[in-house]
């Protein structure tokens, strides 16, 4: 039973014309007890072929006028409606994509609301709940069996409901499948906002805070010693470039590697180079200086007096002492050497963490390469005070451990209070650790997952950035494309949040499955989501620039057609803590 409403005129493409009955513009119908939504844009309908029903969306309305001369040359109008098809239904169920196309005079009819739930929510079964759809009303459930393992992307201008949004998802995700994801999947939330610490998405029995703070030093990310003694992960959290830079790092870990690394072998590394540049044969005048901050590391006051007495004479390329009035030159064969500062330098203790000793490390080998004539000072002297200038903040943001700590099932890692700096850093180490982690541990097939969650990635997703340098950007990029890239097969995951879309390197987003896009206005972020997404469709992507608060586009290859979601607004307590200002309150 069906109520007919027009019959087709027109078939042009995928483009088809009806002709409406009458003028009938309510907004909601009845009939037989059944409730319909009139015909109006974006609204739904069914073109009766055969046995077979196509359902179509409705993408323009339109008014023809004609002079008809048996009515005595009145004006009529006939209104008609432009529609795509978009599926089909067959034996009462549905199927998506335009198999079947009208034919001229085949009967329109409205479609009624169960159909149109049937056509977006499949089987609600196996499914979150997590909002409703923008015009029709009705709940929206998303499969998470086909969502998340997919890479996410949630698009928006800020304040349209980003966080919302994917606090929502994860929320929802929880509190179905706490109980089955246990031990099988890990997340991790980079939060730069802190907008996730308290009681959001799970409760602390399953949920760790790791609070950053490169001020006052709160928690600290762990690594273990033999990921932090790695090039990569040094070279990455210095900066270090290619060529000259990165080859200098590995002889550091290189030479660690071959002594026992404790005290005592540190100290001894440290006597020799005291000597070393005293008493080689080729003196090298920024070696004092390198020795000055050496002392300095290991804290020995006695050896930093000593050493403000010498200097450089440049005329006999040596070393000088001034002992009182005399001028002793320090030669080769080390004989004033022993006189002046041998005794202290054979009583210096080493006693210092993993970040000094990775200072105090770099500072001998490269007064070494400056003796032997392996590197120019120039080169590696930038990477030297990177490091220093580095440590101080990266000492109170990570910890250096024998052993990998049992995990939580989500891990919340906030960075709010951390520097510029450490902000772009640190979620590239956080992203690497997991990544190689769990690319070493997971099976194949994977037998466990792994989500990394970013909100506003384009803090260190973006493609333009004036201040870094180009290596560094390569580098940066390299990693999370690498992710997007080859993630999929280790069971690793991403969600990607972000008010600048085409800020974002392009492959990333091009490797994104599924989308939530919410309200955007710029320009370049409009032409990128036609660009890239190929599963948006007109209709929603025109609507993209006005959609209200909370309501996004929802599209990918998780789901068969795009549709419009209002999402819930989640309880206050557990909403990400991201409220707009409320002027009222405050300026009371
Ligand atoms: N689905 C929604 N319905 C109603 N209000 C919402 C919804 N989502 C977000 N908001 C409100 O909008 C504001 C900004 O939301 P938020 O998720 O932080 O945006 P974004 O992360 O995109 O900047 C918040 O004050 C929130 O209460
Ligand atoms: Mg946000």
Redesign the pocket.
């Known amino acids: 039973m069906s109520v007919s409403i027009g019959e087709v005129i027109a078939v042009e493409g995928i483009s088809i014309t009806i002709k409406m009955f009458e003028d009938s513009n309510k907004d909601v119908l009845f009939f037989a007890g059944e409730k319909y939504k009139g015909i109006s844009i974006r609204e739904h309908l069914l073109i009766q072929r055969g046995f077979i029903d196509i359902v179509c969306i409705v993408e323009g309305e339109f008014l023809d006028e004609n002079k008809t001369e048996y009515e005595g040359n009145r004006l009529i109008y006939t209104r008609k409606i432009k529609v795509r098809p978009i599926g089909y239904y067959k034996d009462n169920s549905f199927n998506e994509g335009v198999k079947f196309l009208p034919m001229i005079k085949d009967l329109a009819s409205l479609i009624s609301e169960d159909k149109i739930a049937a056509i977006y929510n499949k089987n609600s079964k196996n499914s979150l709940s997590i909002?409703k759809m923008l015009k029709e009303e009705l709940p929206v459930y998303l499969p998470w069996k086909k969502l998340f393992n997919t890479h996410i992307g949630?698009f928006?201008?800020?304040?349209?409901?980003?966080?919302?949004?994917?606090?929502?998802l994860y929320t929802s995700l929880f509190s179905e499948k706490l109980l089955s994801i246990k031990n099988k999947s890990h997340f991790i939330l980079l939060d730069f906002n802190g907008?996730y610490t308290s009681e959001q998405l799970l409760q602390t029995t399953d949920k760790e805070v790791i609070h950053l703070n490169t001020k006052d030093a709160k928690d600290r990310f762990p690594l273990r010693e033999d990921e932090f003694w790695e090039s990569e992960t040094l070279s990455l959290l210095f900066q270090a470039t290619i060529n000259t830079q990165r080859p200098f790092l590995r002889r550091i870990i290189d030479g660690r590697n071959k002594y026992a690394a404790n005290a005592d072998s540190l100290a001894v590394y440290t006597k020799a180079i005291f000597r070393d540049v005293f008493s080689s044969a080729a003196q090298k005048p920024d070696c004092l200086e390198l020795l000055r901050t050496i002392s300095r590391i290991i804290k020995n006051d006695l050896l930093s007096e000593k050493l403000k007495n010498i200097s450089w004479y440049s005329q006999g390329s040596k070393f000088t002492l001034l002992a009182g009035s005399t001028v002793v030159y320090f030669n080769a064969g080390g004989t004033e050497y022993d006189a002046n500062l041998k005794a202290d330098v054979d009583q210096l203790s080493v006693n210092v963490d993993h970040f000094d000793e990775l200072l105090l490390r770099a500072n001998i080998r490269l007064c070494n390469d400056l003796l032997h004539g392996y590197v120019q000072f120039d080169h590696i002297q930038p990477l030297l005070k990177r490091i220093e200038s580095n440590l101080t903040g990266l000492k109170k943001v990570l910890c250096v451990v024998t052993e990998d700590q049992v995990r939580k099932v989500l891990t919340v890692i906030s960075l709010r209070k951390c520097s510029s700096e450490v902000k772009k850093i640190l979620p590239l180490l956080v992203a690497k650790h997991y990544y190689n982690q769990h690319k070493n541990n997971v099976q194949n097939p994977p037998d466990k997952t792994l989500h990394l969650i970013i909100?506003?990635a384009h803090n260190i997703l973006s493609e333009q950035s004036t201040r870094e340098s180009e290596s560094w950007k390569d580098y940066r990029l390299e990693l999370f494309e690498e992710i997007i890239k080859e993630g999929r097969k280790f069971g690793m995951f991403l969600t990607i949040?972000s008010?600048r879309p085409a800020d974002i390197s392009p492959t990333i987003v091009s490797q994104i499955h599924n989308f939530f896009i919410?309200r955007l206005v710029n320009d370049r972020d409009l032409h990128l989501i036609d660009n890239t997404i190929s599963t948006l469709d007109r209709l929603s992507r025109e609507l993209i620039p006005t959609l209200?608060?909370?309501?996004c586009v929802v599209t990918g290859t998780s789901f068969p057609l795009p549709m419009v979601v209002?999402?819930?607004?989640?309880d206050r307590s557990k909403?990400?803590d991201?409220?707009?200002v409320d002027l009222e309150t405050l300026w009371n």
Request: no cysteine; net charge negative.
């Open positions: 909002g949630i928006g201008n800020t304040g349209s409901g980003k966080s919302n949004t994917l606090t929502k907008e909100d506003e949040s008010q919410h209200p608060k909370g309501a209002v999402v819930d607004l989640l909403q990400p991201s409220e707009d």
